[in-house]
Nanobody, 114 residues
Framework: QVQLVESGGGLVQPGGSLTLSCAAS????????MSWYRQAPGKGRELVAT??????TYAESVKGRFTISRANAKNTVYLQMNSLKPEDTAVYYC?????????WGQGTQVTVSS
């Protein structure tokens, strides 16, 4: 059974940092492209970052502030978020994709507020 479990969300002040984790199970993690998406209240789901075996891509809004990484030995993908802004407030979702197979986690809330 495929599972993606996000953790690490919470409340942080503007300018602060958080690291999200997504623990995967039930599939061959190393072969999948892993992505982080986010959805703010009243908005659609937005792609934040993707990591494959040989590339990383980021949304323009997070370039230079967020870093995506993966530890295949731990079946885990991370999102290091620095210099957080109130507009980064959203539910953050982990996605695994290989061909037409796509799996989602349940999401973790990130709130940036003073």
């Amino acid at each position: 059974q495929v599972q993606l479990v996000e953790s690490g969300g919470g409340l942080v002040q503007p300018g602060g940092s958080l690291t999200l984790s997504c623990a995967a199970s039930g599939f061959t993690f190393s072969t999948y492209a892993m992505s982080w998406y986010r959805q703010a209240p009243g908005k659609g789901r937005e792609l934040v970052a993707t990591i494959t075996t040989n590339s990383r891509t980021y949304a323009e809004s997070v370039k230079g502030r967020f870093t995506i990484s993966r530890a295949n030995a731990k079946n885990t993908v991370y999102l290091q978020m620095n210099s957080l802004k109130p507009e980064d407030t959203a539910v953050y979702y982990c996605q695994a994709r290989w061909g037409i197979a796509t799996h989602w986690g349940q999401g973790t809330q990130v709130t940036v507020s003073s």
